[in-house]
């Protein structure tokens, strides 16, 4: 079993910056897959991005050159550096973890309980 704990939301003004970390513990896999995923009122849940333990990257296009996903795995740590936000990133945010084709089908085994974000004009 993984455990995700996520953390760094709050409320920022639009254009403002935030970093949300995600703590994992437990029985962490060596080659996996960590993700960021964010869900608004009303709407689906979606990947934001996502990184390989060999550090392949990717990110939905409505927050390429805004967002930067990193890890640290001698911490078991995920973040997710958030620039320039705007009204349309206001969602909570989760960290997923799960073995590495998840990278490509979502299909995560482990997720956080989630971190609000919210962006105020």
């Known amino acids: 079993q993984v455990q995700l704990r996520e953390s760094g939301g709050g409320l920022v003004q639009a254009g403002g910056s935030l970093r949300l970390s995600c703590a994992a513990s437990?029985?962490?896999?060596?080659?996996?897959?960590m993700g960021w995923y964010r869900q608004a009122p009303g709407k689906q849940r979606e990947m934001v991005a996502a990184?390989?333990?060999?550090?392949?990257?990717k990110y939905v296009d409505s927050v390429k050159g805004r967002f930067t996903i990193s890890r640290d795995d001698a911490k078991n740590t995920l973040y997710l550096q958030m620039n320039s936000l705007n009204s349309e990133d206001t969602a909570v945010y989760y960290c997923a973890m799960g073995p590495l084709p998840a990278y490509y089908s979502g299909s995560y085994s482990y997720w956080g309980q989630g971190t609000q974000v919210t962006v105020s004009f």
């Open positions: 990184i390989t333990s060999a550090r392949s990257t």
């Open positions: 437990g029985s962490i896999p060596k080659f996996n897959a």
